[in-house]
């Protein structure tokens, strides 16, 4: 990716790096299924929208997984709608390539929360039930406090991994950890051995339980949530996958989170859309991850609050009520 | 032959005796299906309990997100730690020759028995999705610590069925031709049950080897299956829970509960079931020293769990460790820790209280103790996470049971008490063989050689004769 390029459009740029890979594991994904249904393995590329055919003669161009063009009747081709077990196969296997990473700058944040919202927007939960939550911060009394979204630091050593009986969260080789609310059986032992509280139950049923009756489970946005197991942020595995940014590091007005690929070693601003290098970036303002003594390896990384507003004043407190 | 002779007729008036004495008790009189009626009635209200919680999800419990493992997961350690004692008592002391175990023995396991059989199911009141309990097998995996749990606490549950079985068979045999009226199936069960046994040479050769391997091999079970249960939390960062002496820690406070456990299963059995002169003050005086020991043996382990973390004094074991001493948990900890360990201990090194009466007192208390000991282990290390809890409804911060979940939590006490219950009402609670055998080993000075002993033939004759 040279200089300028970047400069140009950096996201663009980027993006269709993504896009690449990506559409080559959809297509992956599609022949997988699709071979065993459509004549000939071919499968149909969900890009092209679906047309009626004028004359039934008319053929169009399709690229199938082994990266061959072949041509089939236009009539034939289906819009693409990816069923529970591809959903299930290709949530498991995340996305080829990547390593994604998020950077959380703390000396940015003034509590917005609007990555709270955006976030339980997306994944249909209630005001109290957290992906991401931010706290108040205080290391010792005669620092200020400080505020810190925390999210699901996908740890490369995850405990929750470790300790699930049905290998129902799952570590991906992008980096993601993810549930699979369709096996977990609700023991909870994965929130007793995470140390960063990342983890929530739905002890009642979920808030869009009725709305999302029917719908598709999907592994990588963990709706319809499920009675009776767990969730947790899901670093927007739905949203990675389409080449944009988690719903949390978008809706942030104050420039908080980058969100990126270590491999590639750039990480995006989700508010001013600038690219940046991660190692630099790191380095420069001196990252660390949380609770790392641990040994947990950690995905997320931090930037120091620095420049802290001195007499910290908390708004008011919202006082949060169990609701069915 | 008339030595060997003399002696068959004498261990068989023996046997006649003991087994009256014990076969006694062996029916359904009104007391026990009155006792089965009322334990059945709460087990009623207890389901009715969990049909709520099944519909409405684990919401109708005080667990939270903070607080996510409580009073089901402190009751299913209780009930793994009481059941050890069937290994302690049959395996431990038995195989190192204690004589006075042998009547006891028995009671063990049967503790052992109800206990780890139903340890599993409380698992599944805890669980969010019990419908799903099929997918430990199909995806189980093995760097689980839940499914080394489920491994091993069914094994120890069939090992300590058949170790509750092998060596009742030969009494099994005796009982059949005494049970005269009591119904059919029972006769018919134990005819069945006793799969033949007639004493002879070769088959008390095969049920001595089976019952010696079993009671090698429940050894290593019995103490992997708590340190398992142990490693449920001790696997874990949490403080409270981050311990390397989690294993030792536990299996010792096991033998704990499960001793006294046994105590008071004695002293009932004694009382109502009129066994004065099997389960005597000797034997209550042995077994009460065990507890002694065995209180003793916690207490070292105790310190060690407080004192160290409490020297160092890292940030959040301080904060755990204040809670307790000093804190919300204080009067739940100190009580537990007085009443239920270090005052009995106490009282035991007393020879007068080493007395069926005020021991089954101190069992009690020990015994209670010893489930609020396991609250206190599960519950507030959770309470201070590593991270603050913030922007969430004030019943999640503090942990307090519902009333459903507490009926819940009772089934699996009622539960095992039908089990305990059922097992020694419809079979022999005390061995009466063994008895028979010490006794005539106590009269005649040597061991009955059981192989010249043919009791269905002994049998056999006799119905001839009386058909004459
Ligand atoms: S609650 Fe679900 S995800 Fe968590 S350990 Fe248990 S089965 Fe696995």
New interface residues.
């Given amino acids: 990716m040279s200089e300028k390029k970047k400069k140009e459009n950096p996201e663009d740029s980027k993006i269709d790096e993504i896009l690449e890979s990506s559409r080559r594991d959809f297509l992956k994904m599609v022949g997988i299924v699709g071979a065993a249904s459509v004549a000939g393995g071919a499968a149909i590329y969900s890009g092209y929208r679906h047309e009626k055919a004028k004359s039934s003669g008319e053929t169009i161009k399709v690229l199938t997984e082994d990266n061959r063009l072949v041509e089939i009747p236009k009539d034939q081709v289906k819009d693409y709608k990816p069923d529970l077990k591809v959903l299930q196969t290709r949530g498991r296997l995340g996305i080829k390539g990547k390593k994604w990473v998020m950077v959380i700058d703390l000396s940015k944040c003034r509590n917005a929360r609007k990555c709270v919202a955006a976030c339980q927007g997306a994944h249909h939960l209630r005001p ?1 039930e ?1 992906h991401i ?5 205080q290391e010792s009394k005669n620092t200020p406090a400080y505020y810190m979204p ?1 999210t699901c630091q996908h740890c490369d050593n995850p ?1 929750c991994v ?7 969260t799952f570590k991906r080789q992008d980096g993601i950890v993810l549930i699979d609310n369709e ?7 994965c ?3 995470c ?3 990342a ?7 979920p808030l869009d339980a009725e709305a999302d009756k029917g719908k598709e489970y999907d592994v990588e946005l963990n709706v319809p949530q499920k ?4 969730s947790k942020c899901l670093f927007s595995a739905d949203r990675v996958r389409e080449e944009t940014l988690p719903y949390c590091v978008s809706a942030c007005p104050n420039g908080v989170f980058y969100f990126g690929d270590e491999n590639e070693n750039a990480v995006t601003n989700g508010t001013t859309k600038e690219t940046v290098m991660l190692s630099e970036l790191l380095e420069k303002n001196a990252g660390y991850r ?2 790392d003594e ?1 040994g947990t390896k950690p995905r997320v990384y931090y930037l120091p609050p620095k420049n802290r507003i001195f007499d910290f004043k908390q708004g008011p407190a ?1 006082e ?3 609701t069915t | 032959m008339t030595t060997s002779h003399s002696g068959s007729t004498r261990y068989r008036e023996r046997v006649d005796s003991v087994s009256k004495d014990i076969l006694r008790n062996v029916r359904f009189n009104q007391g026990f299906i009155l006792w089965m009626g009322f334990l059945t009635a709460v087990l009623a209200v207890c389901l009715f309990a969990y049909t709520i919680q099944l519909r409405k999800g684990l919401g109708v419990t005080g667990l939270r997100d903070i607080t996510s493992w409580g009073m089901y997961i402190a009751n299913f350690v209780f009930f793994v730690a009481t059941s050890l004692v069937g290994m302690l008592i049959s395996s431990v002391l038995g195989l190192i020759g204690f004589k006075w175990v042998k009547p006891i023995a028995r009671i063990a396991e049967i503790i052992a028995v109800a206990f780890a059989s139903i340890a599993g199911l409380i698992i599944i009141s805890d669980m969010g999705r019990p419908d799903r309990l099929p997918n430990v097998f199909i995806y189980g995996r093995v760097q689980s610590p839940i499914l080394w749990d489920v491994t091993v606490v069914t094994t120890y549950f069939l090992v300590s069925l058949m170790l509750w079985f092998i060596p009742m068979i030969p009494d099994l045999a005796i009982a059949k031709t005494r049970l005269n009226g009591r119904p059919a199936f029972l006769v018919k069960a134990y005819e069945l049950l006793s799969i033949n046994w007639v004493g002879h040479k070769k088959q008390v050769k095969t049920l001595n080897e089976a019952g010696r391997i079993l009671l090698i091999l429940i050894v290593p079970l019995a103490f992997a299956i708590h340190t398992v249960t142990s490693w449920l939390f001790a696997v874990t960062p949490r403080a409270g829970w981050d311990s390397s002496i989690f294993g030792p820690y536990f299996i010792s406070g096991a033998f704990v509960s499960g001793t006294s456990a046994v105590i008071i299963a004695m002293f009932f059995y004694r009382k109502s079931y009129k066994l004065e002169k099997y389960l005597t003050d000797f034997h209550f005086e042995k077994i009460g020293r065990v507890l002694a020991l065995v209180s003793i043996v916690y207490i070292y382990f105790n310190i060690n769990e407080f004192l160290v973390p409490g020297y160092k004094l890292k940030t959040l074991d301080e904060i755990h460790l204040k809670e307790l001493l000093a804190g919300e948990y204080a009067p739940l900890f100190w009580g537990v820790q007085l009443l239920g360990l270090l005052i009995p201990v106490i009282l035991l090194l007393f020879k007068q209280f080493r007395k069926p009466l005020p021991m089954v007192v101190i069992a009690s208390f020990v015994l209670a103790a010893s489930w609020l000991k396991r609250y206190i282990i599960v519950v507030p290390p959770q309470a201070h996470p590593f991270l603050p809890v913030q922007n969430v409804p004030v019943e999640w911060i503090v942990y307090t049971p519902t009333l459903i979940e507490i009926a819940i939590s009772v089934a699996p006490l009622v539960l095992a008490l039908m089990i305990i219950t059922i097992l020694s009402k419809l079979f022999p609670v005390l061995p009466i063989h063994e008895l028979a055998e010490e006794e005539t080993l106590a009269v005649d000075g040597h061991e009955t050689d059981l192989a010249h002993i043919d009791e269905t033939a002994v049998y056999n004759e006799e119905k001839k004769a009386n058909n004459n």
Wanted: charged share 20%; aromatic share 14%; glycine share 4%.
């Fill in positions: 109290y957290y939550n931010t706290l108040v911060m925390k405990p470790s300790v699930c009986p049905v290998d129902a096996r977990c059986i609700g023991c909870r032992f929130m007793a051995a140390p960063y509280s983890r929530m139950f739905h002890w009642q049923e009675k009776g197991t767990i949380i609770l641990l919202t949060y009520k169990e």
